[in-house]
Nanobody, 115 residues
Framework: QVQLVESGGGLVQAGGSLRLSCAASRSIFSINYMGWYRQPPGKQRELVAE???????NYGDSVKGRFTISRDNAKNTVFLQMNSLKPEDTAVYYC?????????WGQGTQVTVSS
């Protein structure tokens, strides 16, 4: 089992930055998949960024060039650096992990970008 705890959300003005953190309850070396998703108000959950094979990364089209996913293996933590934020980035952001054929979600953290 994997528990995920997100932090770092909040209210920011357009053009600002935030860094989200996702702390995992076990070594992220043992976790097959980790990524960030978001759910804007009234919309479906969508991919923001993810680690694919090895250290390769993949980003949703709307965040490419602005967001960066990274990880600190020693701290079992995955980060999402968000720059040049836009009002349309407003959403609940979720950390996701895949481990032993099961998918896990964090509780989510709210990001609100004011215009």
């Amino acid at each position: 089992q994997v528990q995920l705890v997100e932090s770092g959300g909040g209210l920011v003005q357009a053009g600002g930055s935030l860094r989200l953190s996702c702390a995992a309850s076990r070594s992220i070396f043992s976790i097959n998949y980790m990524g960030w998703y978001r759910q804007p108000p009234g919309k479906q959950r969508e991919l923001v960024a993810e680690f694919t094979s090895g250290d390769r990364t993949n980003y949703g089209d709307s965040v490419k060039g602005r967001f960066t996913i990274s990880r600190d293996n020693a701290k079992n933590t995955v980060f999402l650096q968000m720059n040049s934020l836009k009002p349309e980035d407003t959403a609940v952001y979720y950390c996701a992990a895949g481990y032993l054929s099961r998918h896990y979600w964090g509780q989510g953290t709210q990001v609100t970008v004011s215009s």
